[in-house]
Each structure stands twice: as C-alpha cells, then as structure tokens.
C-alpha cells in the first residue's frame, strides 16, 4: 500500500484525465430524457485529505451537465475516478486509508488518521459502509459473478484491490477506481 502515490501530484492528474474522457462521453450522448444539447454546471468541490498544491486546481470543480432545453434541464453528472458523490474525501483516499486500516491497531491507525485527517468516527462510517452498503448497490450485484474468486466482503476494500491485477500498486487502485466510478453518480443525486 503506497501513501507516496497520494502525495504525487502526476497520480491525481491521471485521474483527472480519466475523468475529463467520462465527462466527454457523458456529453455526447446528450439529454437522456428529450435529447438536447447538455450544457456545463459544474459542481465546486472541497476535496480533504489531500493539499490542494498536490491536487491542482482541477479539484475544486467536478464536471456536470445541464440539459439546455428549457422545461426539461435535467442534469447529467459523468461517472468519476475522483469523487465519489459529495463525499469530501476522493475516492482514493476512501479506498486507501479503509484498505490500510485494516488490521492496523493503536498508534499505527493514529497515524495514518493524521496523514490524511481523517476521524475515527469518519474511518468507521467508511467501514461500516464497504461492509454493509457496497455489497448491496447495484454496482456490486451486477458486476460480481464476474470475480472467479469473490473477495472477502468483511475484508472490502483491501480484498477487492486484490483482484484487480496491475503492473503495480497505482495501476491497481486505478483499476478499482474505475470500477467504482459508476457509484461516483448515485451519491450525487442521493444527497
Ligand atoms: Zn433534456
């Protein structure tokens, strides 16, 4: 598990890449209910966990569309690598510092919690969540038939990166985040 990726200002800028090819395809594809042309209406965002000199100035927008047609205007926001919904913490770090915690007892967890700033009510809520929420969305029950060897779902996330295979640790998270992207929208509009 790798805290340097985090840290590396060319890790976050990949995936804003990503998420700017997600937002074009979502795009093209136009109004989903009347077909119209979308116009932009992006989210601003205050993204924690991360300094924002890493991140760039990318993270302060997720991209979202409005429809243009007046009487419709429905919003289409792009599945994303980065956000998962308006959660405060990016994706990677939700998935990170959940993996990581696991199995971490004491002054290790404590650190790990002021590397990131995250709270012990937070880190709980995030376990409590991979554990009893992410087996049940849609997302899950969909895509795991096709895991030849289902991960452990009281170990998630860290046994779900595991069956990602990747030339490294980055690549692998990347894989995951991907995978989760669609689970990016359903926060959104929930909340
Ligand atoms: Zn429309």
Redesign the pocket.
Known sequence: MSHGLIQDARFWRFLFVLDEDLAAEARRG???????VLHSARYPRKPRGVSRRVLGAEYERRRSFC???AG???RVTPPSVRFLGRRVYLSAVVVLVTASSQGLKGERRGRLRDTFGVSDRTLKRWRRWWREEFPVTPLWRGARGRFIQLPDLAQLPASLLQRFEAASPADQLVALLRFLAPLSTVFEHAQ
Do not use: E, K, L
């Not at 136009?30 to 119209?36: F, P, Q």
């Open positions: 136009g109004c989903r209910h009347c077909g119209s429809c243009s047609r419709c205007r429905r």
